[in-house]
């Protein structure tokens, strides 16, 4: 494989793909700067919510994330989300938090604040994951990646992490949530979540992780080659 420094990759998909996970596998083996995105969006729901900006108010909202401070650093596998210099990495992970930023998300303002943040981060290379990465945050990257996998498998995944947190997390409740927000990031005005032109399609349905892994390292050596 050739030299890979400078390469962006760009991962999307919707909620519970593995796209996370996956996005810092591919990170370390390539060793790759490596940005979440999402947790960026959550890291603004979360600013959102403890300053008691109202969320219906795009104006506020879209001032409030192109001022607040938010950064990430550490290795792909422990990577630390800061907010205003505080370490908010389990914070974000509630359920209260993912709600809103799936509602933040959709606010053109929103989302232009954190593009342009994207796009200076990646110019070192790197691997992205996210809704819009192949569509309108790096058009050009590299390669691009498009996971899903059948919505009572990605509930189930998610259904997994939030009982971890709350042992009396309800599945259908997990798998209602899931496919609301499937509808919101896809029929969303502003950078809707689908697949690129030229992205990679990988079904993780009944993969494990690692073998999903390897589907996508092949696409990135044949893509590379």
């Not at 600013?47 to 795009?58: E, G, I, L, P, R």
């Amino acid at each position: 494989m050739s030299n890979t420094q400078n390469l962006i990759i760009a991962i999307d998909g919707p909620s519970g793909a593995g796209k996370s996970t996956l996005g810092r596998m591919l990170a370390r083996e390539l060793g790759l700067l490596y940005i979440d995105t999402g947790s960026m969006y959550r890291a603004v729901a979360l600013a959102v919510m403890q300053k008691n900006v109202n969320s219906q108010d795009d104006a506020a909202v879209e001032t409030l994330a192109s001022e607040v401070d938010i950064d990430l650093a550490g290795d792909p596998d422990s990577l630390t989300v800061t907010l205003e210099g505080r370490d908010v990495t389990d914070e974000i992970r509630s359920e209260e938090v993912t709600e809103m930023s799936s509602i933040v998300s959709t606010i053109p303002g929103v989302r232009k604040a954190m593009v342009q943040w994207q796009r200076e981060m990646g110019k070192r290379g790197a691997v992205l994951n996210g809704r819009d990465i192949g569509t309108v945050v790096f058009p050009d990257a590299d390669i691009k990646f498009f996971l899903t996998a059948l919505p009572q498998e990605r509930a189930a995944r998610r259904f997994n992490e939030d009982r971890a947190q709350d042992p009396d997390a309800d599945f259908e409740e997990t798998f209602s949530d899931m496919i609301e927000r499937d509808r919101r990031d896809s029929t969303r005005k502003d950078s809707p979540l689908k697949a690129a032109d030229d992205a990679i399609m990988v079904d993780s349905t009944g993969l494990s992780i690692n073998e999903v892994f390897e589907k996508m390292m092949e696409g990135v050596s044949e893509r590379m080659t």
